[in-house]
C-alpha cells in the first residue's frame, strides 16, 4: 500500500453536472403479454432465501459491513452492521444523510494513495474518524477516515487485520468502492431533456434519465425490453415509452396513454412518476455499482405504490431472485415513511432505525430489539413507529 498522507477536498454528497437534453423518435411499445415482472420474483425472496440472512447470502452480496462513528456531525459514538439491503428511518438530524456522506467520502479518498497509519498518540482528538469493516473477500482490511472537523475528512487510512482475507487486494476494494453512487431525485431535473451524448451513467438527481435510456435501448436492448415491460406492467395506463431525439441531439422523455392515444411529455408527468421511472432504471442498470445509496426513497409515490419501489429496490441487492444475472448491489436507502416501513415487517434485519438524544444520535437495528415480536403483535410497523414505541422520532419538548 501507498505510504505518505494525501488530502483532498470535501465532497459534496450529491455531485450534479449540468445535463441538457432529443427530432427523429426512439420508440419501444407495450411487450409481449406474459412478463410477469420484478413485483412477484422479488417478493418470494421473503420467505425463502432470506430468512435468516444466511452467511453466504452476507458475505457475496455485502461490500461493507460495519462503519463505526466518533465526532463525526451527531454520530459522537455509534456503530452499526451493515446488510445487503439496509432501510434507514429516523427524524431529521439523526444521522441518515451523514451516513450516507460518510460512506462518499470514503469513496471520495479511495481515489488517493492511502496514508500511512499514525502512531497511537497521534490521532486528532478534536477531528472525527470514520472506520469501516469489509465483507470476505476483503475483510482481512479496515479503512479508517481521519478529519480535521467533523464534517472534513482529509485522510484515509487502509490496515490489514490479523484475520480474514484479502490483506494484498486493496486494489480489488478500492475499484469496488470508487463504483458507489448516491442519488437524491429530482422531479424537474429527471424532466428536462438531456444531451444525447451524456447517457453513461445515471446522475445523482437523474437529470440525464432520458439519454440514459436512449444509450441503453442501443446497448442492451434486451434488459432495456425488459425494463419498458416493468415500467408498463407498474404504469398499466401507458403503452408506450418515446424517446424523442431532436436535432441539437437532445433527448426527451415522452409516454403514451391507452385511453385517447395522447403523449405526454416528461414535464406534464406527475413527481411520482417521474420518480418510479428513476428508481426503475436504476434497478434494471446492466451493470450497476457496488453500493447505492438513495435518499427519500418515497418521495413523491403514493403509499399504495410503494412495494413496488421496495420490489425495485430488491432487484439490485437479491437479483437472482428477479432472474438478473449480475452482481448484487449493497443498497442503503433512507426514509420518513411508516407505509413503506410497513413491508419490512417480516424483515427487521433490513431496518436501521436513527435515534437522536440532545447533539448525540445513535444507530440500532431493529432486529436488535429483544421486544419486537410482542410489541408487531399489537400493530403495524408503520404504527409503532409513528407512535414513538420503536424509537428514532423527533424528540418532544
Given at each position: 500500500?501507498?505510504?505518505?498522507?494525501?488530502?483532498?477536498?470535501?465532497?459534496?454528497?450529491?455531485?450534479r453536472g449540468p445535463f441538457c437534453a432529443p427530432f427523429f423518435e426512439l420508440k419501444s411499445r407495450r411487450p409481449a403479454q406474459g412478463f410477469h415482472g420484478i413485483g412477484a420474483q422479488a417478493r418470494r425472496i421473503g420467505g425463502r432465501m432470506r430468512a435468516g440472512g444466511g452467511t453466504d447470502m452476507h458475505h457475496h452480496r455485502l461490500v461493507i459491513a460495519s462503519v463505526a462513528f466518533r465526532n463525526f456531525k451527531a454520530l459522537r459514538s455509534t456503530r452499526l452492521a451493515l446488510s445487503p439491503f439496509n432501510l434507514v428511518i429516523g427524524p431529521n438530524g439523526s444521522g441518515k444523510t451523514s451516513l450516507i456522506q460518510a460512506i462518499l467520502r470514503l469513496r471520495s479518498l479511495a481515489r488517493l494513495p492511502p496514508g500511512e497509519a499514525m502512531a497511537e498518540g497521534d490521532h486528532r482528538p478534536e477531528g472525527a474518524e470514520i472506520t469501516f469493516r469489509f465483507s470476505a473477500p476483503y475483510d482481512g482490511l479496515e479503512a479508517t477516515l481521519s478529519c480535521v472537523s467533523d464534517a472534513a475528512c482529509d485522510l484515509l487510512q487502509v490496515v490489514p487485520l490479523s484475520t480474514g482475507e484479502g490483506v494484498d487486494d486493496w486494489s480489488g476494494l478500492r475499484a469496488r468502492l470508487l463504483s458507489t453512487r448516491s442519488y437524491l431525485f429530482d422531479h424537474d431535473a429527471i424532466a428536462s431533456p438531456a444531451l444525447l451524448k451524456d447517457g453513461a451513467e445515471l446522475a445523482a438527481n437523474g437529470g440525464n434519465l432520458a439519454a440514459v435510456l436512449a444509450a441503453r435501448r442501443k446497448t442492451h436492448p434486451d434488459e432495456f425490453a425488459r425494463f419498458t415491460a416493468e415500467l408498463m406492467r407498474i404504469l398499466p395506463e401507458y403503452d408506450e415509452l418515446e424517446l424523442a431525439v431532436r436535432p441539437d441531439q437532445t433527448v426527451e422523455l415522452q409516454l403514451r396513454l391507452i385511453e385517447g392515444r395522447e403523449l405526454i411529455v416528461a414535464e406534464n408527468l406527475s413527481q411520482g412518476t417521474l420518480y418510479t421511472l428513476a428508481m426503475l432504471a436504476l434497478a434494471f442498470d446492466p451493470s450497476p455499482p457496488a453500493i447505492i445509496c438513495i435518499e427519500e426513497v418515497d418521495r413523491g409515490v403514493h403509499p399504495r405504490m410503494?412495494?413496488?419501489?421496495?420490489?425495485m429496490l430488491y432487484r439490485l441487492s437479491y437479483p437472482a431472485e428477479a432472474g438478473a444475472r449480475r452482481a448484487p448491489v449493497q443498497v442503503i436507502a433512507t426514509t420518513h415513511s411508516p407505509y413503506l416501513l410497513d413491508l419490512f415487517r417480516d424483515h427487521p434485519e433490513e431496518v436501521v432505525i436513527t435515534e437522536k438524544h440532545g447533539a448525540a444520535a445513535i444507530f440500532t437495528r431493529l432486529d436488535e430489539r429483544a421486544d419486537l415480536a410482542g410489541m408487531l403483535s399489537s400493530g403495524s410497523l408503520g404504527d409503532l413507529w409513528f407512535s414513538g414505541v420503536l424509537g428514532g422520532v423527533p424528540e418532544e419538548k
Amino acid at each position: 500500500m501507498g505510504r505518505g498522507q494525501r488530502r483532498a477536498p470535501n465532497i459534496n454528497a450529491h455531485d450534479r453536472g449540468p445535463f441538457c437534453a432529443p427530432f427523429f423518435e426512439l420508440k419501444s411499445r407495450r411487450p409481449a403479454q406474459g412478463f410477469h415482472g420484478i413485483g412477484a420474483q422479488a417478493r418470494r425472496i421473503g420467505g425463502r432465501m432470506r430468512a435468516g440472512g444466511g452467511t453466504d447470502m452476507h458475505h457475496h452480496r455485502l461490500v461493507i459491513a460495519s462503519v463505526a462513528f466518533r465526532n463525526f456531525k451527531a454520530l459522537r459514538s455509534t456503530r452499526l452492521a451493515l446488510s445487503p439491503f439496509n432501510l434507514v428511518i429516523g427524524p431529521n438530524g439523526s444521522g441518515k444523510t451523514s451516513l450516507i456522506q460518510a460512506i462518499l467520502r470514503l469513496r471520495s479518498l479511495a481515489r488517493l494513495p492511502p496514508g500511512e497509519a499514525m502512531a497511537e498518540g497521534d490521532h486528532r482528538p478534536e477531528g472525527a474518524e470514520i472506520t469501516f469493516r469489509f465483507s470476505a473477500p476483503y475483510d482481512g482490511l479496515e479503512a479508517t477516515l481521519s478529519c480535521v472537523s467533523d464534517a472534513a475528512c482529509d485522510l484515509l487510512q487502509v490496515v490489514p487485520l490479523s484475520t480474514g482475507e484479502g490483506v494484498d487486494d486493496w486494489s480489488g476494494l478500492r475499484a469496488r468502492l470508487l463504483s458507489t453512487r448516491s442519488y437524491l431525485f429530482d422531479h424537474d431535473a429527471i424532466a428536462s431533456p438531456a444531451l444525447l451524448k451524456d447517457g453513461a451513467e445515471l446522475a445523482a438527481n437523474g437529470g440525464n434519465l432520458a439519454a440514459v435510456l436512449a444509450a441503453r435501448r442501443k446497448t442492451h436492448p434486451d434488459e432495456f425490453a425488459r425494463f419498458t415491460a416493468e415500467l408498463m406492467r407498474i404504469l398499466p395506463e401507458y403503452d408506450e415509452l418515446e424517446l424523442a431525439v431532436r436535432p441539437d441531439q437532445t433527448v426527451e422523455l415522452q409516454l403514451r396513454l391507452i385511453e385517447g392515444r395522447e403523449l405526454i411529455v416528461a414535464e406534464n408527468l406527475s413527481q411520482g412518476t417521474l420518480y418510479t421511472l428513476a428508481m426503475l432504471a436504476l434497478a434494471f442498470d446492466p451493470s450497476p455499482p457496488a453500493i447505492i445509496c438513495i435518499e427519500e426513497v418515497d418521495r413523491g409515490v403514493h403509499p399504495r405504490m410503494l412495494r413496488e419501489v421496495r420490489d425495485m429496490l430488491y432487484r439490485l441487492s437479491y437479483p437472482a431472485e428477479a432472474g438478473a444475472r449480475r452482481a448484487p448491489v449493497q443498497v442503503i436507502a433512507t426514509t420518513h415513511s411508516p407505509y413503506l416501513l410497513d413491508l419490512f415487517r417480516d424483515h427487521p434485519e433490513e431496518v436501521v432505525i436513527t435515534e437522536k438524544h440532545g447533539a448525540a444520535a445513535i444507530f440500532t437495528r431493529l432486529d436488535e430489539r429483544a421486544d419486537l415480536a410482542g410489541m408487531l403483535s399489537s400493530g403495524s410497523l408503520g404504527d409503532l413507529w409513528f407512535s414513538g414505541v420503536l424509537g428514532g422520532v423527533p424528540e418532544e419538548k
